[in-house]
């Protein structure tokens, strides 16, 4: 079994600054992809920004120049730097991760999901 917990989430202004984080943890032997999604209320879940298998990064178009994405391999954790936030990036965050555990195949994990909200 594998446990993605995030942590970082919060209330900022506008204009203002969150890191969030994602720690993976069970019985890992390897994780692939690893990134962050997003769900606004009324709102389909949506990539933010990713690690791809292939050690490349994906960024959703709302967010180039504002966020950036971190990985620590060793830890198996995930960071999201956001920066000049807007009220529209309020959401509730998610950690994915891909992960190969013992005896088992690849498989998708989230995390609960942490709460951001931006006010203008």
């Known amino acids: 079994q594998v446990q993605l917990m995030e942590s970082g989430g919060g209330l900022v202004q506008a204009g203002g600054s969150l890191r969030l984080s994602c720690a993976a943890s069970g019985s890992i032997v390897s994780i692939n992809a690893m990134g962050w999604y997003r769900q606004a209320p009324g709102k389909q879940r949506e990539l933010v920004a990713a690690?791809?298998?292939?050690?490349?990064?994906n960024f959703a178009d709302f967010v180039k120049g504002r966020f950036t994405i971190s990985r620590d391999y060793v830890k198996n954790m995930v960071h999201l730097q956001m920066n000049s936030l807007k009220p529209e990036d309020t959401a509730v965050y998610y950690c994915k991760a891909t992960v190969a555990t013992l005896g088992s195949p690849r498989l998708d994990y989230w995390g609960q999901g942490t709460q951001v909200t931006v006010s203008s």
């Open positions: 690690f791809t298998s292939g050690g490349t990064t």
